[in-house]
């Protein structure tokens, strides 16, 4: 293999390799939260129950046995390491109240048959973050209680692996106050966002609606964030440094075909210079 190192080792060279770490992406997100940007007598965000006499959101109550579910859609391979979600309890003016968050990663829609939970465990708490999410929910045509504000409830550390597809994240909530969590569904100032969401009541699944049983199944917002597959990372560790190129020369030398950088199915010299230009153009 004298040529193929000769390659690398010019290549390492001339980009002057210093380890750089490869920045988490949103991978998906199905907002704006708000449909009323400013509409709070306070300057914040909106969130109104509509249409009018609506529910203003939908409970994740874990406590009372209630989940909640978001399809997702993922456009690349790669690793979900954080999912944040949002909710509130009525009465949390001192601040966050939502202590527990529990999430899991499903192939299909939960409680659908063949739907198979594919990583996570919502019995376990992950909550890493709770932040004001810059709005209040309010019923419909209120602008000025500050009652129920929400919350941006971040699980992180996940390591989930996919490939491209569509996904359903599901989650449960606890909080400390009575009443809740809600998750505040998508909507603007008169209509909510039909969408596909789920509840699951009493161990059932079915659809997430804005009212009982006749109301608009809604949509959830939620943000999934990770890192897409990045072909400058080889050795997977989420940043760039010369690692990768020893590890793309032990893939190269055992002749695996994750070192067929070019895709042609045959491995060249030419399969050095395109892992070198995309380790150069760097990740996501």
């Known amino acids: 293999m004298p040529r193929e190192r000769a390659v690398i080792a010019t290549i390492a060279a001339v980009l002057g390799i ?18 009323m940007p400013g509409g709070h007598e306070t300057g914040a965000d909106l969130v109104w129950s509509v249409p009018e006499g609506a529910s203003v959101g939908v409970s994740g109550r874990r406590e009372v046995g209630y989940s909640l579910a ?38 299909g829609p939960p409680g659908a048959p063949g739907s198979v939970r594919i990583a996570g465990d919502a019995e376990s708490n992950a909550l890493a973050d709770a932040e004001f999410a810059g709005a209040y929910a309010a019923v419909f045509g209120v602008t000025h209680t500050t009652d129920r504000p929400v919350f941006a ?16 994240v599901a989650w449960e909530l606890d909080g400390t106050l009575d009443g809740g969590p809600y998750s ?8 909510p966002v039909p969408g596909g969401a789920l509840q699951r009541v009493l161990g059932v699944w079915v659809p997430a609606r804005n009212a009982s049983s ?34 793309f020369l032990n893939a190269y030398e055992a ?26 153009a760097g990740c996501p």
């Not at 971040?154 to 996904?167: E, K, N, R």
């Open 70 to 107: 978001e399809r997702i859609e993922i456009d690349a391979a790669g690793s979900i390491r954080g999912v944040t979600v949002f909710a509130y309890q009525q009465g949390a003016i001192a601040g966050p109240t939502i202590d527990f968050l529990g999430v899991e990663l499903w192939d």
């Open 255 to 280: 002749g695996d075909a994750s070192a067929d950088c070019t895709g042609d199915g045959s491995l060249t010299v030419e399969d050095f210079v395109c892992f070198g230009d995309a380790f150069a």
């Open 214 to 247: 006749d109301g608009v199944q809604v949509s959830l917002p939620i943000v999934v964030s990770g890192d897409s597959a990045c072909t400058g990372d080889c050795d997977g560790d989420g940043s760039l440094a010369i690692f990768d190129f020893l590890c």
């Open 153 to 168: 409830l971040t699980a992180s550390d996940l390591d989930w692996d996919i490939d491209a597809g569509t996904y359903w």
């Open 18 to 35: 210093a380890p750089v770490a490869v920045a988490q992406a949103v991978l998906f997100e199905n907002g704006p939260l708000s449909g």
């Open 184 to 191: 505040p569904y998508l909507g603007s100032a008169s209509e």
